[in-house]
C-alpha cells in the first residue's frame, strides 16, 4: 500500500515537471464529418486535451496547439482524413511544435467562423475536443432551395416561353387567384429586401407547399444501433431523401432536407432551419430502439406540452433529446432568434394541425407495417417546437427488432414508408389547405 502511494506520489510529481512524456494524453480516436453547413473535426481521448487556437489569414489558416497529447497514430492520420471534396478545410499538417506541445495547421477554402469547445463522456463516448469549422458567411437555407431548382423547373425551363410567361405575376389590378396570392405573399414578401427573388423560377410565382424533411441523428449521434449493427442515422436519411424525391415530383410542392449528408445537427438547429426555409410542415424521420427487442411497429408523434401519452412515448422522447449530447453542441453559442419566438409564441393551434397531419401519416402507415398503438402519441420531443409549424415525428420503425431491421435496410421497403409520409402529407393538405398559417413569421424572417 505505502509502495503504491509513494509510485502514486513520484508519478505525480514527474507529471508536474515539464516536458515529462508521462503526462502525455493519447488520442484514441479522430474523425472528421464535412458538410455544407459546416466541417467538424473530433478528437476523443481519455482525458481531457488541453488546447489553444488561434486564426492567420493570406491564405487563411487554423492553428491549434494541442498540449501534452501524444503525437500518435491517430493524429498522424488526420492528414488523410480530409477529402478534397470538404466545403472549407484543405488540408491539414501535424507537427511536434515543441516539447509537449503538438501543433495542428488546418489550411482553409475560404474564410471561417471557428469553434473550438470540449465535450465530456457520455455514451460510448470518451472525451471529446470538437472544432467546427463555418463559413464566415453562414448558408441561407432560403437562398439555396430558390437557387436549387428541382425537375419540374428544369422541364419549365425548357418549354415554350408562353409556359414561363403563363406563370408571371398577374397585371396590376387583376384579382389574382387565391393560390397565387397565397404564393406571391409567402415567398416573396420573406425575402430579404437587399436579394430579390431570381425571376426565373416559375413555382415561385405559384403556391409552393414546402416540406422540411429531417433525417434524425447524423454525424458524432449515431441514433439507435440495430443488432446487425445498421445506424438509426444511415436509416433516416435514405428515407428522407426518397420522400424528397417523390415530394418534389409534385408540381406544387417542394421538399427540402434538413440534414443532407453524414453531419450532426442540433435539435434546435433543426427547428432553425425549419423555420427559415418557411416551411409549411416539419417531418422528423427516426428508427428508433427499445429495451425489449420484440417491440415493433410504426408510430407518429406530436409535441405534448403536458407530459407524454405513453410511457414508452416519453421514453422515446427522453431518448430522442438526448441527441444534442451525443452529437455535441457547443452550450457557449445561443441563437437568440430562436430562444425569443420560442419562448414567446403559444404552440396550442399548431399542435392541433400537428395530431391532423400525423394522423393521416399514421393511417397510411398502417398499410404497409403494424402499428405499435393504434393512435397518434404525444410527448416532450424538442424537435417538435416549431411554434407555427405543424411538426410530427415518425418512428418508422423499430431498428432493435431484427425482422424490423432487416426491412428497414431494404431499398423497397424505404420506399413503401416514403410514399406512406406522401399519402399522408398529401391527405392531411387536401383537408387543410394552409390558410391559417400566422404570418408573423414574415417579420421575423
Ligand atoms: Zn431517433
Redesign the pocket.
Known amino acids: 500500500m505505502l509502495r503504491a502511494v509513494v509510485k502514486l506520489a513520484t508519478l505525480l510529481i514527474l507529471c508536474w515537471l515539464p516536458q515529462q512524456a508521462c503526462a502525455a494524453v493519447a488520442v484514441s480516436a479522430a474523425r472528421i464529418w464535412p458538410a455544407q453547413d459546416y466541417t467538424r473535426l473530433t478528437l476523443e481521448s481519455r482525458q481531457a486535451i488541453r488546447h489553444n487556437m488561434f486564426t492567420l489569414s493570406d491564405p487563411e489558416r487554423l492553428v491549434i496547439d494541442l498540449e501534452d497529447v501524444e503525437l500518435g497514430d491517430m493524429l498522424n492520420g488526420l492528414t488523410k482524413l480530409v477529402g478534397e471534396d470538404d466545403p472549407y478545410i484543405r488540408s491539414v499538417r501535424v507537427g511536434q511544435f515543441k516539447p509537449g506541445v503538438v501543433r495542428l495547421v488546418l489550411d482553409l477554402k475560404s474564410e471561417a467562423k471557428p469553434q473550438l469547445f470540449v465535450l465530456k463522456p457520455v455514451g460510448e463516448y470518451g472525451y471529446r475536443l470538437v472544432l467546427d469549422v463555418y463559413p464566415a458567411q453562414p448558408l441561407d437555407p432560403l437562398m439555396a432551395l430558390l437557387e436549387q431548382p428541382k425537375v419540374s423547373d428544369a422541364q419549365a425551363a425548357s418549354a415554350p416561353a408562353t409556359t414561363v410567361q403563363a406563370a408571371e405575376e398577374p397585371p396590376a389590378g387583376e384579382k389574382p387567384g387565391l393560390a397565387q396570392d397565397l404564393g406571391i405573399g409567402k415567398i416573396d414578401t420573406r425575402l430579404p429586401s437587399a436579394a430579390p427573388p431570381p425571376k426565373n423560377i416559375p413555382e415561385l410565382r405559384a403556391r409552393t407547399l414546402i416540406v422540411a424533411i429531417d433525417a ?2 447524423g454525424g458524432e449521434d449515431p ?2 444501433i440495430g443488432s446487425k449493427g445498421s445506424r ?1 442515422k444511415n436509416v433516416t436519411l435514405a428515407i428522407a431523401r426518397k420522400v424528397k424525391t417523390l415530394i418534389d415530383s409534385l408540381p406544387n410542392m417542394r421538399g427540402v432536407l434538413i440534414r443532407d449528408g453524414d453531419y450532426f445537427i442540433p435539435l434546435i438547429g433543426r427547428v432553425a432551419k425549419t423555420r427559415k426555409v418557411n416551411a409549411d410542415l416539419f417531418i422528423s424521420i ?3 430502439a427499445f429495451i425489449k427487442k420484440t417491440a415493433r411497429g410504426s408510430s407518429v408523434f406530436a409535441l405534448s406540452e403536458h407530459g407524454a401519452t405513453s410511457a414508452v412515448a416519453r421514453w422515446l422522447a427522453k ?2 433529446n438526448e441527441a444534442d449530447l451525443i452529437g455535441g453542441v457547443n452550450i457557449a453559442v445561443k441563437d437568440p432568434y430562436l430562444a425569443r419566438t420560442l419562448l414567446d409564441l403559444s404552440q396550442t393551434a399548431t399542435i392541433n394541425d400537428s395530431m391532423k397531419l400525423a394522423k393521416h401519416v399514421l393511417n397510411e402507415l398502417g398499410d404497409i407495417n403494424d402499428l405499435h398503438r393504434g393512435h397518434v402519441e404525444q410527448a416532450g420531443f424538442a424537435v417538435l417546437k416549431s411554434p407555427d409549424i405543424p411538426s410530427i415525428l415518425i418512428e418508422t420503425a423499430f431498428i432493435s427488432n431484427p425482422s424490423e431491421e432487416r426491412r428497414l435496410n431494404d431499398e423497397n421497403y424505404q420506399m413503401k414508408i416514403a410514399n406512406a409520409i406522401l399519402g399522408g402529407v398529401k391527405r392531411y393538405f387536401a383537408q387543410n389547405p394552409a390558410l391559417s398559417k400566422p404570418k408573423f413569421a414574415q417579420a421575423e424572417f
Do not use: I, N, S, T
Request: hydrophobic share 20%; aromatic share 0%.
Open positions: 434524425g441523428h441514433g439507435a438509426e427516426h428508427a428508433d431518448k430522442e
